[in-house]
């Protein structure tokens, strides 16, 4: 095939209710000049069969590899792919008809486009075009969606180290891949603010059997700080800093119903993170000097009411959250 314009790049792995629909979804875009690369990491259920119908076609990619983790997938992907830009899209997910014909309207005097992802954060706040340290800022802080999906990256951005992480590093590697983006970044990014990308809810994807537990926060934080800190001015460091640990505070919390430690070493690093960024509110070290499920919930719960009360408009978003997910169900 020619050189095609965007490479898409799906890695696969144990998907075999959810692949062909993804895989459908990708070749039923209305632009055409793409090439599909499917990564199968080593899947053990029918998932590999359904990606061999369609390696034949023009503009279909199949790639087989034993089972070294999601980032040697999409790292294989990005190895073998042609186009001048990149986008990843999860196997069990699906693209919107005019996904891509939409991103190739906006994204030509940028590197990296973001896009709006059913389930995630909404763009309608954020200008046009982000500056590409602000960029960054926001995504060490996990103020954007942290997913590799309905975004498109210029393939030059990605070199040796975008995608060298270890397989252990099997959730939350995304989040790494993107900070690596943003830093090789020098351009403003375009914010496209359109949905273009749904998310379906696989139950036995890693979002949802791999916990994050404390030692995996504290270990993933760092990573992140480690690709950031000689980028970003140390004052709006520690802020990000800050927000960075609480957030990764609250997602382990959520995976682990409620199981904390005010004695253990990432505890510890959030405290003395907000204590350095000078942002402390009472209820914030309260909700980290306490230990057992039941004072943990009790306080968390109580955080959110003080919350809603200062913000409002937090109710509406909890009942569009609701009713949203009450459609879905339907």
Known sequence: MNKPSISIIVPVYNVEPYVEECIQSVLAQSYKDIELILVNDGSTDGSGDICRKYENSGNVCYIEQENLGVTA????????????????VDSD???MPESISGLMEVCEPADIVIAGNQGFANLNKLPDYLNRLCY????????????????????????EKTLSFPKQINRG?????????????????????????????????TRHTFPFTLDYMLELSRRGDDIVKDFIPSDVFLCQRAKQRFYFFKEALGDTN????????????????????????????????????????????LRRGLMRLEHPSMVLRDFKRITQGMHLKK
């Open 136 to 159: 960054l800022e926001m995504q060490y802080a996990r103020e954007l969606s942290a997913s590799p999906c309905a975004k498109l990256f210029r393939r030059c951005l990605f070199d």
């Open 173 to 205: 590697e995304d989040y790494l891949m993107n900070l690596m983006l943003a830093v090789n970044n020098q351009k403003d990014v375009c914010v496209y603010k359109h949905q273009i990308y749904y998310v379906r809810e696989n139950m036995t994807s």
């Open 73 to 88: 997938a999409r790292r294989r992907g990005v190895e073998e792919a042609k186009g001048e830009w990149i986008m990843f």
């Open 258 to 301: 409620f199981q904390s430690d005010s004695h253990h070493p990432f505890v510890k690093d959030v405290k003395h993170c907000m204590d350095e960024a000078g942002v402390w509110k009472p209820i914030d070290r309260w909700l980290l000097s306490v230990s057992s499920p039941w004072a943990v919930k009790t306080v968390w719960n």
């Open 93 to 95: 997910d699906l693209l």
